[in-house]
């Protein structure tokens, strides 16, 4: 499978908890970036990287949230002390950044519900 | 305002018809166009991308844009139950960085 592969698929976790997801994008893929997604919206921006590099951060991402692509190749996202409001679809996209623009592919996602 | 605005919907066309979606984008430095596919449940899905003003067709789809007036949408020609899901047009702004801006999605029923 060349295609974004997200894992976990799904997470339950307590309040409170701290949670991991990891992204491995397209291979070839410089540019990841992370999305949330909650019932009846829109994906919603978190985070971006090119390569290592961390270019933007969405002010949604509180301080609770961190995202880290250590080695330009998969990413993790992070949320410590986890809020049910917490409790989305996190997205995880790849595109190959050549010129301004490009088109983004997303992974399955990773549902997490936090009780 | 928010970047992107879609009709929420739902839209419902008989099986044979053409769907057509719209969507409208406030930033003029908007450089690319994109619409996705989500099924119920399911991660977004590209179908189809469009840089230039005018029509971009890929077999039963065809997106057009406008940027004048800041406008884009997506046609379905010979909806087929299959093609029943919320659709998402998403923009990407020059100077924004790279980030996607996505509108919340229309919801299209194909009927039988």
């Known amino acids: 499978d060349t295609g974004v592969s997200q894992d976990p698929r799904h997470k339950i976790t307590k309040r409170g908890q701290n949670v991991t997801f990891r992204c491995d994008p397209i291979s070839e893929h410089n540019r990841l970036y992370w999305y949330r997604q909650t019932l009846g919206q829109g994906p919603e921006f978190l985070t971006y990287f090119q390569n290592e590099a961390q270019l933007e951060k969405s002010r949604l991402l509180s301080d609770r949230f961190s995202a880290e692509r250590p080695k330009g190749s998969f990413s993790t996202l992070e949320i410590q002390r986890t809020e049910q409001g917490d409790s989305a679809m996190y997205l995880c996209a790849s595109s190959l950044g050549q010129g301004r623009w490009t088109e983004a592919f997303f992974g399955q996602g990773t549902r997490l519900t936090v009780v | 305002q928010k970047e992107v605005e879609q009709n929420s919907g739902p839209l419902s066309v008989p099986e044979g018809a053409i769907a057509s979606l719209n969507c409208t984008y406030s930033d003029r430095g908007s450089q690319s166009f994109f619409w996705y596919r989500q099924y119920s449940g399911k991660s977004p899905e590209l179908i189809m991308f469009?840089?230039?003003?005018g029509d971009k067709e890929d077999g039963r789809f065809t997106a057009q844009l406008n940027k004048a007036s800041q406008y884009v949408s997506l046609l379905i020609r010979d909806s087929q139950p299959s093609d029943s899901a919320t659709y998402l047009c998403?923009?990407?702004?020059?100077?924004?960085?790279?980030?996607?801006?996505f509108g919340t999605g229309t919801s299209l029923t194909v009927i039988p």
């Open positions: 998403a923009v990407n702004i020059e100077n924004t960085g790279n980030q996607f801006y």
């Open positions: 469009i840089y230039s003003n």
